[in-house]
């Protein structure tokens, strides 16, 4: 039974969740997404979010208010008689009187297996811990911090070297597919709803520039993880010298090898670095104001000797 559907969401990740709705034959009354950004580099150019371009491009109503805390927009979200609002990273607070204005509530497309990574990076928090599975789970949002009972769930493994864009579009799928599902089984009531876990509960806080910074004095493993979790943004980096200056080194792709040295120290000609304990080698780097390049190719331009430092 097709639904009356108020979609909320902003980044790329919610653009297939936004399409299969749509292929799927609900009823879309609007489209809420971020404003336009600054973008370009001037920063002068407003840029309309992934979102809006695809609801655009589907014919469909677009709403970006900066807040849905005001009366006016709350009634103005209230008016369009929705059956059910479906939220995939919208990026704003839904405040009470618009998670209950409409007739079945709102669905969020939440990428973790909740209640572990509840919050704003859990794609990027998962890796970096060194989760071996994550998943996409469809749940009713309450007030609280993703703390609403789950509907449904699909697991995802996480292989050792996958980096977060890697995760980030296999889960943008299951997403899709999911909350199809969900409208589906909601159409015809039989969709049933699930009191998350008390225990195991952990935040994905928003990345902070501040940890982007490799700390090569960490165990192999965390290292790994900490680049490949940051992989393709906003990306670890540290510091080489090049050419007898000091550059800005962002790190996209490494793998665990075998190696002892100083940390930080550069092992073989193959751009493995020790570590605090092991090693890794990176496979993928990227120069500032460069492209991304394989080690070689990259070893190749600036010609790297074994010993030097890596900061």
């Known amino acids: 039974m097709p639904l009356r559907v108020i979609f909320m969401g902003t980044p790329d990740f919610s653009v297939p969740t936004l399409r299969a709705i749509a292929e799927a034959g609900h009823d879309i009354a609007a489209v809420y997404t971020q404003p336009p950004r600054a973008a370009g580099r001037r920063g002068l150019e407003l840029t309309p979010s992934p979102v809006q ?43 009470k009187p618009v998670l209950e204005a409409t007739r079945l509530g709102c669905l969020n497309g939440h990428a973790s297996l909740l209640p572990r990574w509840r919050g704003a990076a859990p794609i990027q928090r998962a890796i970096m811990a060194g989760d071996a599975e994550t998943g996409m789970m469809v749940m009713r949002m309450e007030e609280g911090l993703d703390t609403g009972p789950v509907a449904l769930v699909e697991k995802c493994a996480i292989a050792p070297d996958m980096t977060a864009g890697e995760l980030h579009d296999r889960l943008m799928a299951q997403g899709a597919s999911l909350m199809v599902d969900a409208l589906a089984q909601l159409g015809i009531n039989c969709l049933t709803f699930t009191p998350q876990a008390t225990e195991g509960v952990t935040y994905a806080r928003k990345i902070d520039k501040s940890e982007t910074r490799v700390d090569w004095t960490r165990p192999a493993g965390e290292v790994h993880n900490h680049i490949r979790g940051l992989s393709p ?27 002892v040295g100083e940390s930080g120290g550069i092992l073989d000609d193959r751009l493995t670095v020790a570590c605090g304990s092991g090693a890794v080698r990176l496979v993928e780097v990227q120069r500032a104001g460069g492209r991304p390049a394989a080690a070689q190719e990259f070893l190749r331009g600036a010609k790297i000797e074994k010993g030097t430092k890596l900061k």
């Not at 589907?58 to 939220?87: H, I, M, N, Y």
């Not at 050419?243 to 790190?251: A, D, F, I, S, T």
């Open 53 to 95: 371009r695809e609801a655009e491009r589907l014919g469909l109503e677009v709403r970006t208010p900066t807040s849905l805390k005001g009366e006016a927009e709350q009634q103005a979200f209230a008016a369009l008689q929705a059956d059910v609002a479906v939220v995939v990273a919208y990026g704003l607070l839904l405040p």
């Open 233 to 259: 943004f906003p990306g670890a980096w540290c510091e080489v010298e090049i050419g007898g200056r000091m550059e800005r080194l962002k790190l996209l792709r490494s793998t665990l090898s075998d190696g």
